[in-house]
T-cell receptor, first 117, second 111 residues
Framework: AAGVIQSPRHLIKEKRETATLKCYPIPRHDTVYWYQQGPGQDPQFLISFYEKMQSDKGSIPDRFSAQQFSDYHSELNMSSLELGDSALYFC????????????????FGQGTRLTVV | DAKTTQPPSMDCAEGRAANLPCNHSTISGNEYVYWYRQIHSQGPQYIIHGLKNNETNEMASLIITEDRKSSTLILPHATLRDTAVYYCIVRVRGSARQLTFGSGTQLTVLP
């Protein structure tokens, strides 16, 4: 079965650079979530989108922005990178009940490991 | 979303059942109990969810107390590959709201 695809899997950037992470949800999933997981920490929610509109917002820094496109893929844009932004970034997708089996659970991608040097 | 409390760590012998408890005393009537696990640095993996009835799938069983204030995830025959952090999350079913991860339980399956 198709899963959530994230790219790139690994990314190295220098301080003050920008980075763009991409997430391709499971087909027919219309909701995307972004999470940040620092070393030794639990995943922290950043932001989510439903039907291309922002639906929920967590501890996302102002330097970060995200959007969901018409094909439901999402991009997380990170500017003025800091050393503390080094983390695993996970994307998850789900859909609203009524659209078939598995719609109530969120499924996660394998993440993008961002290293800021 | 309701807060959950889990023990920080547990050990289990390979081949034995692993029983992971979760307290969610402030759960509301429309919130489900979800379990996810995260094997080192991989994406969190969905395991099971339930509202008030016990649930079973190919991975695990979920036992929810009658008052819904606590639940137990059961891995019937733990293997070394089940070593992971297990997260209990309560959430309104089907909402686009976030999954809020707490501290989870580090389960170590011992040979």
């Amino acid at each position: 079965a198709a899963g959530v695809i994230q790219s790139p899997r690994h990314l190295i950037k220098e301080k003050r650079e920008t980075a763009t992470l991409k997430c391709y949800p499971i087909p027919r999933h219309d909701t995307v979530y972004w999470y940040q997981q620092g070393p030794g920490q639990d995943p922290q929610f950043l932001i989510s989108f439903y039907e291309k509109m922002q639906s929920d917002k967590g501890s996302i820094p102002d330097r970060f922005s995200a959007q969901q496109f018409s094909d439901y893929h999402s991009e997380l844009n990170m500017s003025s990178l800091e050393l503390g932004d080094s983390a695993l970034y996970f994307c998850a997708s789900s859909c609203i009940p009524g659209q078939g089996l598995g719609c109530t659970e969120a499924f996660f991608g394998q993440g993008t490991r961002l290293t800021v040097v | 979303d309701a807060k959950t409390t889990q023990p920080p760590s547990m050990d289990c012998a390979e081949g034995r059942a692993a029983n992971l408890p979760c307290n969610h005393s402030t759960i509301s009537g429309n919130e489900y109990v979800y379990w996810y696990r995260q094997i080192h640095s991989q994406g969190p993996q969905y395991i099971i969810h339930g509202l008030k009835n016990n649930e079973t799938n190919e991975m695990a069983s979920l036992i929810i107390t009658e008052d819904r204030k606590s639940s137990t995830l059961i891995l019937p025959h733990a293997t070394l590959r089940d070593t992971a952090v297990y997260y209990c999350i309560v959430r309104v079913r089907g909402s686009a709201r976030q999954l809020t991860f707490g501290s989870g339980t580090q389960l170590t399956v011992l040979p």
